[in-house]
C-alpha cells in the first residue's frame, strides 16, 4: 500500500515495485511454490523457482503445469506494474526442454504491446542459459487500482 503520497506522483519504477510490493504480500500460491520476486520495472518482472521434489512427474521430470505456473506468476507482475488491476483472459506456452529436480528456473516477463486495457507479455523460462519453455499471455485490465492511496 502506498500511504501519505498519490500514487500518480510516483515515478514508474516505483509505481512498478509498489504494485508488486502489494500483489507480493498476499500471493500465497507464488510463496507457497517457492517462487522469488527478482525485479520488476515497468512491463516486466524477473521470477525464480528451484524444481522440489514434489514437482516431479512420474518421468522424473518437472510438471509442465508448474512451468506454467511460474510463467504465469511473471506473467501477472509484469502486466500489474501501471497501478490497473489487471487479469489473464489467456495464454499459451511452448515447452522447448525438460527441468529436473534441483533445476532453478528463471522466468522472465515483459510487455509487449499494451493498447487501452488489453495487452500481450511474453515470457521467457531458463534453466541457465537454455530456454525452456517460451510463454504468451494476453491481458484484460479491469479499470481498478492496485494501491490504496490516502486522501
Known amino acids: ?16 515495485k509498489a504494485c508488486a510490493d502489494t500483489m507480493w504480500s ?3 500460491a507464488s510463496q507457497g ?6 525485479s520488476v520495472e515497468p512491463g516486466q518482472a524477473v521470477l ?4 522440489r521434489s514434489d514437482m516431479v512427474n512420474g518421468h522424473g521430470i518437472c510438471h ?10 511473471t506473467f501477472a507482475f509484469s502486466c500489474n506494474t501501471h497501478n490497473v488491476v489487471t487479469v489473464a483472459s ?3 506456452i511452448s515447452f522447448l526442454e525438460s527441468a529436473r529436480l534441483g533445476d532453478v528456473l528463471r522466468a522472465e516477463g515483459r510487455e509487449v504491446v499494451l493498447r487501452g486495457r488489453s495487452g ?13 519453455a517460451v510463454f504468451r499471455g ?14
Open 26 to 28: 498476499t500471493d500465497e
Open 33 to 38: 511454490l517457492g517462487m522469488a520476486l527478482e
Open 90 to 92: 489467456g495464454f499459451e
Open 120 to 132: 500481450i507479455y511474453d515470457v521467457t523460462v531458463r534453466r541457465g542459459d537454455t530456454v525452456i
Open 48 to 51: 525464480t523457482m528451484t524444481v
Open 138 to 151: 494476453r491481458s484484460r485490465s479491469l479499470g481498478r487500482p492496485i494501491l490504496e492511496e490516502t486522501p
Open 64 to 73: 509442465g503445469g508448474f512451468i506454467s505456473t511460474l510463467a504465469d506468476s
Open 1 to 16: 500500500m502506498v500511504t501519505g503520497t498519490d500514487s500518480q506522483q510516483l515515478d514508474p519504477r516505483t509505481l512498478a
